[in-house]
């Protein structure tokens, strides 16, 4: 097994670098992330497109479920991570940064249906596959081939109109309703474009999907190929963790076989 970075040099650099990591919290490290930052980073909106991409970064944010076939696949360095989930037991390799919601934004009334022609959704194959599992009364994790059959079918019978941003595209009135993962460190979970609603009086609401929400972990990840994991370590400990906030019954994405992982790039090849 890889040595982890200690603990005392851990502390150490935080100390040093902290000030600096937290004025210019993305200088010379190579990042990127499965959601929206605030910082520059290159962004994957379909997660699962890391699997067959070159880890040429310094520090990834990941759902837990991609973070753990990741471990599997031995591509990432240790880390000093909190212990006690299930993709990651020992917390060698993982640090919990956020938890988001699926969440509907809607511009009038919340809807009865989302697979419709009016509703926006993302380039996210496990979210996507995973509502459309839902709405059949399987679990988002399911990897019965009749039932993914049926939900290939269900997908190509709606005609998903998948944008890079639906949020974007809600505010442009591409559509009434958009699909997206928010933070669920607030109750109710609110995106970016329902705070602003909100301040601006736009008329955005936020509401869970029809038939069950899915949450995901997102976890803050070191590849082997990082040049910088110290100062990677440094720059995620002056990052302030939401605590997540919900009490309802959720659905969470776990990891799926390498024959569930192929159907779904199958399925999603013909739908998107």
């Known amino acids: ?79 000093p991570g909190v212990p006690g989930r299930a993709h990651d037991p020992d917390g060698a390799y993982t640090i919990p940064y956020l938890t988001t919601l699926s969440t509907i934004l809607y511009r009038h009334i919340p809807p009865a249906d989302l697979w419709h022609s009016n509703t926006l959704w993302p380039a996210s194959p496990r979210l996507v596959i995973g509502l459309a599992l839902l709405r059949r009364g399987y679990s988002p994790n399911d990897s019965h081939p009749g039932h993914l059959a049926q939900i290939e079918k269900d997908l190509l019978d709606a005609r998903l109109r998948i944008v890079p941003d639906p949020e974007a595209g809600l505010r442009s009135a591409l559509g009434d309703f958009a699909v997206t993962l928010s933070p669920a460190h607030s109750s109710p979970p609110r995106s970016r474009l329902a705070e602003r609603a909100t301040r601006e009086g736009l008329g955005v609401g936020v509401a869970f999907p029809p038939k069950g929400a899915i949450a995901v972990e997102h976890d803050w990840i070191i590849p082997l190929s990082s040049l910088a994991p110290e100062a990677a370590l440094s720059f995620i400990s002056n990052l302030q963790r939401p605590t997540p906030n919900f009490q309802r019954p959720l659905f969470t994405l776990t990891p799926l076989s390498a024959s569930t992982r192929a159907y779904h790039a199958y399925i999603w090849k013909r739908v998107a």
Do not use: C
């Open 1 to 79: 097994m890889r040595p982890r970075l200690p603990r005392r040099t851990f502390l150490k650099i935080s100390a040093a670098l902290g000030v600096a990591a937290y004025l210019q919290p993305a200088r010379g490290l190579r990042l990127a992330s499965t959601l929206p930052l605030p910082f520059p980073h290159q962004r994957f909106p379909n997660a699962e497109a890391l699997l067959t991409h070159r880890l040429d970064f310094d520090l990834l944010l990941v759902p837990a479920y991609l973070a753990a076939e990741l471990i599997q696949r031995g591509a990432l360095q240790t880390v």
